[in-house]
């Protein structure tokens, strides 16, 4: 099954490194983002797991919760832990989801429905493609997903910029353009019309073209 964005998040049950979880359920009506990994203990991982321990915080200040995956037991993502926190200074707090039988990285999408056995046996190129950031909102939908491959670690202070803008713009009928931060001016949601406009932004607005509405960014 393919997954695209504003498509209803697969449910799931698992066993993580703080106990079995409903996802959905443990979602509640905060935001997710569950980031997924090939295999424990691979070098690039190990750097984006510290990081993210690093920067929870920023992400609980957000209503967003975090949630690994790696195609491998919880009893090795608690050594892989011990390994994390020397060499990143920081230990990983958030749940890590054990996909021993790799249901979960089928149910996402990231292995074919139909690959055989466990994992026993595979390894880091074998489980490539698990390797995707899912923004999941507190309806339980995709917001966003984002895949790289091996070699290249993954940005998360774009992850958390992506999060304040589209925590922004269910808040307000406004867009944010190309590599906008929170403060930036904003673009008024090309579905309100002048009218209505003028009601949610009394202050008005610039438009270099009639369908590029741009006004300060809401409070």
Not at 117 to 133: D, I, K, P
Request: hydrophobic share 35%; charged share 25%; with cysteine.
């Amino acid at each position: 099954m393919s997954l695209r964005i504003n498509d209803l998040a697969p449910d799931f049950k698992a066993q993580t490194t703080q106990g079995p979880i409903d996802f959905h359920q443990w979602i509640g009506d905060s935001w997710a983002i569950l980031f997924s990994h090939p295999k424990d203990f691979t070098p690039v991982c190990t750097t984006e797991l510290g990081y993210m321990a690093g920067i929870e915080p920023e992400f609980t200040r957000r209503n967003a919760k975090l949630i690994g995956l790696s195609i491998d037991s919880v009893d090795q993502h608690a050594r892989w832990s011990d390994d994390i926190e020397q060499t990143q200074g920081h230990r990983p707090r958030y749940p890590m989801i054990g996909d021993t039988d790799l249901a979960v990285a089928k149910l996402y999408n990231m292995l074919p429905a139909d690959e055989p056995g466990s994992s026993e046996g595979r390894t880091a190129a074998t489980n490539a493609t698990v390797r995707t950031v899912f923004v999941i909102g507190p309806d339980k939908r995709i917001k966003l997903m984002l895949s790289y491959p091996m070699t290249t670690g993954r940005n998360f202070d774009e992850v958390l910029r992506v999060l304040d803008s589209m925590q922004l713009t269910a808040k307000h009928k406004v867009a944010t353009p190309a590599n906008w931060k929170p403060g930036d001016d904003v673009i008024i949601a090309g579905s309100v019309s002048d009218d209505d406009a003028k009601k949610l932004f009394p202050d008005g607005w610039q438009a270099p073209r009639p369908y590029l509405r741009i006004v300060r960014q809401p409070r």
